[in-house]
C-alpha cells in the first residue's frame, strides 16, 4: 500500500467515478483502476463495488477511506513539518 493508492481511493470516493478521479489527479483511467485493483488484492478486500452505473464504497471501503484520509493527513503533515 502506498499513500498515492490512499490519496487515489479518496478521491474516487469524492468523485463517486474512477474516470472523474482520474480527470482530477490527471491519470489514466486504466492505471487508475490497475492500482486500486492491486490495493484490493494486497489487502484482500472490496474497497469499491463495481456497478452498471458507477461504484459505491463497500462496508470495508468506507472503513479503508476513514483510515486513508488520516494517513493523507499525517504524511501531508509530516512533509510540512520537514521540508
Keep these: 500500500m ?3 493508492q490512499c490519496v487515489y481511493v479518496i478521491k474516487i470516493a469524492e468523485y463517486g467515478s474512477f474516470n472523474e478521479a482520474a480527470k482530477q489527479l490527471f491519470v489514466a483511467q486504466s492505471s487508475l483502476s490497475v492500482s486500486i ?5 494486497e489487502l484482500n ?3 469499491f463495488e463495481r456497478v452498471g452505473n458507477g461504484i459505491y464504497l463497500t462496508n470495508e471501503g468506507a472503513e479503508f477511506v ?3 484520509r ?3 493527513e499525517q504524511s ?3 512533509m510540512n513539518m520537514y521540508s
Design 45 to 47: 478486500i472490496k474497497i
Design 70 to 72: 488520516e494517513i493523507v
Design 37 to 41: 485493483r492491486a490495493l484490493e488484492q
Design 76 to 78: 501531508g503533515f509530516i
Design 2 to 4: 502506498t499513500i498515492q
Design 66 to 68: 476513514r483510515y486513508a
